[in-house]
C-alpha cells in the first residue's frame, strides 16, 4: 500500500496558522506514507496534475487530501483519482481550513491538531476499500402536488420539456390563491388575466394529466422510480356529459358559503368554483348536498338535460410511477381568529386582507364596489393594519410574511382609486418594498394618491356604534392614535397550509420551526429537498410574492429535469451494508433512518424464516445512524467502516 | 353547602367592606359559603412580581400553607383559597405555579418558614369569587336566587388590568372575556358594553401621580356614559376605588360632569337577591349609589310595602 499525502496552503488561509513543513516532514513518517508534499493550492491545476504525476510514478493507490471541507473540493479530486484509474472512494480529505486554521489563532497547537488528523486519516486511508457506484433506472414522468401558480408554472415547464406530468390539486379547480387575487403589485395588473392563459394552457397540454379534487396518499419508492397513488374524490357530475348550462345551480335547495368570494356570498351546492375553474366542471359538495346519501332531493338531476349528475359516484385510487416530485403546497393566510385583539373575527367591518381582495374584485360579491360586510356601506374610512399576526414571536407567527406590505399598500391604493374622497390609513412597523419597482409603488402610494402611513402597530381594535374604534400608537411621535375606521383590513401573514404539513410528513420531508418546507440548502439549493429526487416550489418553503414563487417553481422544474433526463443514475457507494449473521431484525436502524431506507424483511436462510434489515441503496443516503444505533454491529457504513473511525479516533488520542 | 376557605386580604377590611359583607351573604343565599380563613396576612400584592426575591413569596406561601389547614376544618371544602380582590388572586395564583414548577424556590421558602410551623406541599388551587360563580355556582342558580331583578340599571363592566392578566393568573379569555357580562345579565340589569373595558385605571399611580388617574378614568367613565351607562361594575377594590374617588374630584373641579356610581359586583348581586342595603356600606362610596337606586326604585320599596 502506498499513500500519497498533499497538504495545502490555500495562499495564507491555512499556512498562517498551520505550519505546513512541519506538517508534511511529520507525515512522512506516518505508516504506508510513500510521498508527502506542500503545495499553495492543491486544487489548482498544477496542483491536480502534481498528484497525477506521483501516482504515476510512484503507483500510489491511496490519496490523502489536507486541505479545505471535503464540501468543496471532494469531487475535484475524486476525478484525479478516476482520471488515473483510481476508485473515487479511496480518497480521504481532512479539513485542515475550516476545522482548524479558520478557528484557531495559535499556530503551535494548530499544527498539532492538524497533524493528529492528518495521521488519523494516513490511518484509516489504509483500511479503505474500492466501493462502488451502483446505478438505477429513472421514469422519465413528473408529479406535481399542488395547483396553484407554482404548481401550475412546474408543470408547464416540466411539459414543455417533453415529460408526461401529473399535476394534482386538493380542490376542485387550479389556480390557487392567485385566482382569488384582484390585481397584482407593483403593476396593478388583474391577477386572474394573466393567471387564466396559464390554467387553459395546463387544460390543454397534451403532456400534463390534470387531477382536480385529487390528494396525494402514498408515496413508496426512490429518486427516479416513485411510486405514487392518488385519492380522485367524486365530483358527481360526469365531466364528458355536463355541458355548463347552468340549469342545475337555481333548482338546488341549499345555500352556502362560497369558499372562492371567502364566505362573503353564497353558493349552491351543486356550482362550479368561479367561471374560469380549469376543469371546467360543476361538482357537488357532499357534505351539503342533499341526494348523495341518503337521497332526500334530486332536483338538479332531474332538470339535468344530459344527463350528467351520477350520485353514485365514488372516490378511485390512481396509480403513477414517476421519476422526480416538485411540491407546491402553498401558503394559507394567517386566521384573524387568532388575533384577540383585533377582534377575533368577531367584528363584522374587521376583515383580512384576501376578504379585500374579494370585496374590490369585479368578479366578487359586491361586483367591484368597495362595500363593508356589516351594512354594505361603502366606508369613508379605512384603516389597512400591517404584520397583523406577523413579526410577533410571542402570540402569533414570529417571521416577517414579506409580501403584506405590498398588499397592504395595493389594497390601499385601490381604496383611493374607488373611493376618491375615502381615507386610507396604513399602520405599519417598517415597509418592506424590496423588489422590482416595489419601492416605487410604496411611494406612488403615499405621495400621489395621499395615502396615509403611521408607524406603529394597532393595539386594540373595538367595535363602536356602527364604527370602529382603532387605538394605536404613532412611535414617531411617541403619542397614541385613537380614530374612528368604518372598515379594519389585516394584513394576514402567511403560514404553511395544511396541505403542506400532510405532504410534508407524507414524504418525510423536514420543515424548518415555522412549519415550512426545509430546503436542502437555503442559498444554493433552494428548490431540492433533503430527499433525493423531491423538489419543492413557491410558498410551501416561506413567504414568497408571485414573480418570485414563478421563478421559484421554474427552477425546480429544471432540477427536475435534471434527473428526468437521464437514462440511470448513479447512486454514492457510501451506503450502509447490512450482515445478515449478526442481524437479529429488531428494527431499530429502520426507527433510526431518517430516509425511511431500511425495510425488516423475512429471509430464508439455514433452513428458517429470518428478520433481517434490508437497506434500499437507491435511497440511503450515508448518513450512518443506522450504524451508530445497531446494537449487534451488524451494519457497517461503506467508506466510515467501525475499523475506520477507531482507527481515526486512535491517532487523535495519542499524545 | 359548600365551605371555601376565604382570603380577605388588606382593602376587603378597610375601606372596602362593603364589597365583603356582601360577597359573604350571597356566598351563603348561592350554598358556596365564604369561610374567612385564620391568621391570614398580606398576600405580598406587587412584590412578589419581581422574579429574584424569595423573600417576597414567604407572605404568599403562608398564606396558602394556612389556608391549607383551614380547609381540614370547613364543610366540603375543595382544597381552593378564594379571594375577592383581583390583585391578590393574582399574586397567589403567581406564586403558586411558581412554586408548583421549582421545588427549589418551594424548598427555600418552606425552610424560612419552619419557625411559623408552616410548610406548603402545593396542593391548593387559588380561585377568584367570579370563578366560583362561574365555574361552579352557575349563572343559572344565580339567577333563580334574584328576587329583585335590577331593572332600569345600565351596567357597564369594567375589568382593570389584573383579573385578565398575566396569562398564569387570567380568569378569564384577555381579549373578549365574559364573566361579568353574564353575571350583569344574570342579575336582571341592563348590558352597556363599553371599548374601554380593560384601560388602565391608574393603578397605584393614584398614590403620587394623581393626574394620570384622573386622565384615566375620565376616559373610562366618559366611554360609558355615551353608551348609556349609568353604573359601573368591576372586581377590584383597587379600581373601584380609583374610579369612585376621581369621580367626585373630576365633579368638583369640572361644570356638567355628572358621576355614575361603581359598584362592585357582590354589590349588585346583594342588591338583586334583596340583602339588606346596609351591608353595602354605601356611605364608603365617594359617589353614593343610593339615590339612582332608589330612583329606579331597587332599593326602599319593600319598606314602603
Known sequence: MKIGVYVCECGTNIASTVDVEDLVEQAKEFPNVEVSRVYKYVCSDPGQVLIKQDIEEKQLDRIVVAACSPRMHEPTFRAVLEDMGLNPYVLEIVNIREQVSWVHNDKAKGTVKAASLLKGAVLRASLMHPLERKKVGVTPNALVIGGGIAGIQASLDLADMGFDTTLVEKTATIGGKMSQLDKTFPTLDCSQCILSPKMVDVNRHPNIDLLALSEVVEVDGYVGNFKVKIKKNPTYVLADKCTLCDDCVPVCPVIEHDEYNQGLSPRRAIYIPYPQAVPASYLIDPNSCLGIDPLICSKCKDVCGPEAIDFDMKPEIIEKEVGAIIVATGYEPYPIENIGEYGYGTIPDVISGMDFERIVSASGPTDGTIRRPSDGKVPKTVVFVHCAGSRDPSKHLPYCSKVCCMYATKHALQYKHLVHDGTAINFFIDVRTAGKDYEEFYQRAAEEDQVIYIRGKVSEVFQDGDRILVKGADTLTGETVELHADLVVLATGLMPSAGTKEIASLLNLSVGMNGFIREAHPKLKPVDTAIAGVFVAGTATGPKDIPETVSNASGAASRAAGILSQDELEIEGTVAQVDEDLCRGCGLCAEACPYSAIEIKAINKYGHALRVAFVNEAMCKGCGSCAAACLNGAINQLGYTDSQILALIGALGEE | ?305
Open chain 2, 1 to 305: 353547602m359548600v365551605q371555601y376557605s376565604y382570603f380577605p386580604g388588606c382593602n376587603l377590611k378597610t375601606n372596602a367592606k362593603g364589597f365583603e359583607e356582601t360577597a359573604i351573604a350571597v356566598s351563603k343565599k348561592l350554598e358556596a359559603e365564604l369561610v374567612e380563613m385564620p391568621s391570614w396576612n398580606c398576600c405580598g400584592t406587587v412584590h412578589t412580581l419581581t422574579s429574584d426575591n424569595i423573600m417576597k413569596r414567604i407572605a404568599p406561601i403562608r398564606v396558602l400553607s394556612r389556608s391549607r389547614k383551614h380547609v381540614e376544618t370547613l364543610k366540603e371544602s375543595p382544597n381552593q383559597v378564594v379571594t375577592l380582590c383581583s390583585m391578590c388572586n393574582s399574586t397567589l395564583k403567581i406564586v403558586n405555579n411558581e412554586v408548583k414548577k421549582d421545588q427549589e424556590i418551594l424548598d427555600k421558602i418552606n425552610y424560612q418558614l419552619e419557625e411559623d410551623e408552616e410548610t406548603y406541599e402545593t396542593d391548593m388551587e387559588v380561585k377568584h369569587f367570579l370563578e366560583i360563580l362561574r365555574d361552579i355556582v352557575g349563572y343559572e342558580k344565580i339567577s333563580e336566587e334574584v328576587v329583585n331583578p335590577l331593572k332600569g340599571l345600565k351596567v357597564s363592566p369594567y375589568y382593570g388590568c389584573m383579573l385578565l392578566h398575566p396569562e398564569e393568573a387570567k380568569i378569564d379569555d384577555e381579549e373578549m372575556p365574559d364573566v361579568l357580562e353574564s353575571l350583569v345579565e344574570s342579575l336582571g340589569a341592563d348590558l352597556v358594553m363599553s371599548p374601554l373595558f380593560k384601560f388602565c385605571c391608574g393603578s397605584y399611580h393614584i398614590v403620587d401621580q394623581e393626574y394620570i388617574v384622573s386622565s384615566q378614568v375620565e376616559k373610562i367613565v366618559e366611554a360609558a356614559k355615551r353608551r348609556g351607562a349609568n353604573a359601573l361594575v368591576v372586581a377590584c377594590p383597587l379600581c373601584a376605588y380609583n374610579i369612585d374617588q376621581q369621580q367626585k374630584a373630576m365633579a368638583k373641579n369640572t361644570v356638567g360632569k355628572s358621576p355614575i356610581p361603581v359598584f362592585y359586583f357582590t354589590q349588585l348581586m346583594a342588591i338583586a337577591m334583596g340583602e339588606p342595603v346596609k351591608i353595602n356600606h354605601f356611605q364608603d362610596h365617594f359617589i353614593n349609589p343610593e339615590p339612582l337606586l332608589k330612583e329606579l326604585g331597587l332599593i326602599g320599596r319593600k319598606k314602603a310595602k
